[in-house]
């Protein structure tokens, strides 16, 4: 019923998007590679690559074909990350977002280059929001990226950070 669900928001995007893996040989990155293409195959205005150059690994940027948006999820995002997902990729694929013209204009209006990278937890109810808006930041202006980070696929970073609670958002 997920996919089903999927297909149908899907239907709403009106420009390419390009999903873009950096893998490893953990479990994840096979979930993730599994998920990225079911996601792939609701859709002809979705593709997915699996030549991606990041660090962080599995992760995988959604972007809007052409162009060099910066959302990244280091996570394989279900539970109540899985939204987040359907949202990225409604406003990477130029469905538009449900936020006052004025905030739109104010993010698109930001000067200065901001990368963020947020700590969550799948089972966190608080962290969507923070992921959902800092995507939607990234979507809407080239020099603003995030990356959503499961703390419980990268354990030596949430330990070298002493990361107690989540959401945890570094600039």
Not at 21 to 37: C, G, H, I, K, V
Not at 117 to 125: A, D, K, Q, R
Request: proline fraction near 5%; include cysteine.
């Amino acid at each position: 019923s997920l996919k089903t669900q999927l297909k149908a928001y899907l239907e709403r995007i009106t420009q390419p998007v390009e999903l873009i893996a950096s893998l490893d040989d953990r479990p994840a990155a096979q979930e993730m590679r599994a998920l990225l293409e079911d996601i792939a195959g609701l859709s002809a205005l979705v593709s997915v690559r699996f030549d991606g150059q990041d660090a962080r690994r599995p992760s995988f940027q959604i972007t809007r074909a052409g162009a060099d948006m910066g959302v990244r999820f280091a996570a394989v995002p279900m539970g109540h990350e899985f939204t987040s997902l359907v949202l990225a990729l409604l406003q990477a694929g130029g469905h538009p977002p449900k936020v006052e013209a004025d905030v739109i204009e104010q993010i698109r209006g930001l000067e200065g280059d901001f990368v963020f990278e947020t700590y969550m937890s799948l089972t966190c109810h608080n962290c969507p929001d923070v992921v959902q808006a800092l995507n939607l930041m990234a979507v809407l202006n080239p020099r603003i990226r995030h990356v959503a980070i499961d703390g419980a696929l990268f354990q030596d970073e949430v330990e070298a950070r002493q990361i107690m609670a989540v959401p945890a958002i570094y600039l």
